[in-house]
DNA sequence: TGTTAGCACTCTCTTTAGTCGAGTGCTAAA
DNA sequence: TTTAGCACTCGACTAAAGAGAGTGCTAACA
């Protein structure tokens, strides 16, 4: 490497501009504006020199530089000065979370939309995974003669409920003891260890108490499958019509057309495990993120790491500021998630 | 009004093609596209009436025309085949939802996956409104000894659940007397008039068991406040770029926000009582909505009338079309929610 | 009298050419 | 090593020209 510091201070002043721009900048305006100490030819002669090293591109001859991918990447690792974010938002952060009283739902889903607002991009926030989380309770409850409400509690406080029809007789007493085995059976067990084969080796043992069981295990199933899935919780889309660069039609659609993928969207949170992570441009495997740029970041909830918050916008977004907000909206969000527990 | 039959018919081919081409058409054109028997010249003569009445519009001297608000209206109203809509696509519609089994969201959210993808235009279901609906069964279930879950069941098969965290100590034999006088007041009512007095009546009765009615009360304001309340699914919003009216970015961007707002959209749809309503245009309030059509369906939930489905395009699309789709997917809809009733 | 052919005219859209301006690279002087 | 100067480049904007689709009006025709 062995960039210069005035180099580092031309790319640094280069990139803050067309941060804030979205247009290339020239030698001239860049000595006017910043005031750097040397001539317009210098910097002209040290950004030849950036351009050459991959730091800088430029889309025509003759039109100002703009920072390339690995000029982003060198200003996040080694320039950036991780940006002030002063406690007044901390506690604003925590009010906008307090609204939402009780369900975890409405937290991440407020989560999702406090991020957007704040940094005026795209905000994905992933609810926990509970795959690890361990079943608490089970539960049937007899509603009439032909209806029978499933419940089932995980460990984490997320409760499942399903609605039985069941033609078939049963008495109250049966149901209980149905209720009781099953709950014996699995509790404490984690959720993604409860596979039909252990639900099948309880059906033959409970079978015998009446028919309905036949009605209630793949009902249990279902449940169990729909705890663990993951919900996605997306705003801010249309915020992206504030970016220049989405002034283009093509690229408005194809960016929102991909975003209604939610199955994509797990996926490209889920695959980053660290706990801040930023994807440069064409550092994104798919080729619609190749000029964006994505911050993810875990957040804890009840001890053990489980969802994911992120954030999409341009290359140029300003990363000292987004990355500042989604570091200090997880640990918010692990705090409050953690607090509800104990409470 | 007394519109010629030449007229009708030069009408109906001028709104036949600009739903297909979304430009205006000259009078050459239509007599060179469409066999009406008749000269260009004639249709010329034709078309400066039928503008004069109102029933066309020309966006500049020397375009073609284009229908008119009106234009559309009257086609509409009289002119327009009821689509045909063969049992082929109804079969089609039924087995996309068999698919969901068993969760009323899960249905809903199919629908509107459904009539966004046949139109091609941007769909919003609403959930069945259970203000109407009555109370069916209420429990409070002992988790562990500071963990209660309260359990809310409606009439039509809704299940709301609350996780309340207690410090107070109670007995299981408490919770029960609880359970059941919360349950034997307030089965039967509808759940929008159980007012906050009727609650705070039974307060009084309960309390002397134990402290932790305090945070009962308060939870099960909350799962009924939620029960009542209106989910919004809405699908297809990127539809519109395919749509030539919406390249322009500013129109895109307008339509987007308007359909962001959750409130507005709710609004919308419930301000037409009708069973099939189509609103043309400017007929509609919201200025956003001026060159937008707006077909809205009343479904049936376990016979009263409910939910709300809407489809919102531009004031070309294919009314015949959409309508039929519209008109039989409600039907659909409100017979499969009835049979899951049934069963 | 309704219908049609013909024609001059209108207006948008597209293409072409010309100009402007911001920027570059290179050379030579400080 | 830095800077001033200069010729050159290239996209963006503007103006003019031409094409194409359409209109309204007039006059002829059945």
Redesign the pocket.
């Known amino acids: 490497m062995g960039l210069g510091d ?1 180099q580092l201070k031309i790319l640094q002043a280069i990139i803050k501009d067309f941060i804030t721009t979205a247009e ?6 860049l000595a006017k504006k910043y005031d750097l100490g ?5 910097i ?2 040290e ?2 020199d950036l ?1 050459e090293l991959g730091y800088l591109e ?8 703009i920072p390339s991918d690995k000029g982003y990447r060198l200003y996040v690792d080694h320039l950036m000065k991780n940006g002030t974010n002063p406690q007044k938002q901390k506690n604003e952060i925590k009010k906008k979370f307090i609204k939402s009283v009780g369900e975890i739902e409405q937290i991440i889903e407020n989560t999702a939309k406090f991020i957007s607002e704040t940094t005026k991009l795209t905000s994905i926030v992933l609810s926990p995974q509970l795959k690890q989380g361990k079943l608490k309770y089970v539960k049937l409850v007899s509603i009439d003669s032909n209806v029978i409400l499933l419940i089932v509690v995980s460990e984490t406080g997320i409760v499942k409920n399903t609605i039985i029809r069941v033609d078939e007789d049963y008495t109250f007493n049966d149901l209980e003891i149905i209720s009781r085995i099953i709950d014996f059976k699995l509790k404490g067990i984690r959720i993604c260890d409860i596979t039909a084969f252990i639900i099948e080796n309880m059906y033959e043992e409970v079978i015998k108490y009446s028919a309905i069981v036949k009605k209630i295990f793949p009902a249990l199933m279902n449940a169990l499958e729909e705890m663990v899935s993951i919900e996605l919780y997306l705003e801010g889309l249309t915020n992206i019509f504030d970016l220049p660069e989405y002034h283009n039609i093509d690229r408005a659609r194809n960016f929102m057309t991909l975003l209604d993928q939610k199955e994509y969207l797990i996926d490209l949170l889920l695959s980053s495990k660290e706990e801040l992570d930023i994807t440069i441009g064409k550092e994104n495997k798919h080729l619609e993120m190749k000029n964006c740029s994505l911050i993810t970041a875990t957040y804890q909830y009840n001890g053990f790491i489980v969802g994911k918050i992120g954030v999409i916008g341009p290359t140029r977004m300003d990363y000292s500021y987004t990355t500042s907000v989604v570091r200090s909206i997880t640990r918010t969000l692990s705090e409050i998630l953690n607090e509800d527990k104990r409470k």
């Open positions: 005035r290339p900048i020239g030698s001239r305006t040397i001539s317009s030819a210098t002209r002669n950004m030849a351009e430029q889309p025509h001859t003759s039109s100002g530089r």
